[in-house]
């Protein structure tokens, strides 16, 4: 069986189904049985279907991207432009 480590390690070629049949087993059963690994999985899925999604559709709603902007602006700016005054 797999342990954390090598469940992470994996994740990657295990979303892209470049692994194996057996190894894709033993990661099907860790992640079963191992919260911190599931989650992992579920964030990096998400990742690579938001990517692929903008890749295909080349369309990004504008309001997100503005508030996406927003954030770094606010970050980089530690005086907060939307705070109150
Ligand atoms: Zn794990």
Known sequence: MANCNETI???????????????????????????????AFDF???????????CSTEEMPAGLLGRIEMCFNTDLDEDGIIGPA
């Open 9 to 39: 390690r994996e994740l990657d070629a295990f979303l892209d189904g470049e692994l194996p049949d057996d190894v894709r087993d033993h990661i099907h059963l860790h992640l079963d049985s191992c919260m911190d690994c599931l989650q």
């Open 44 to 54: 990096q899925a998400e990742l690579k279907l938001a990517i692929r999604r903008k």
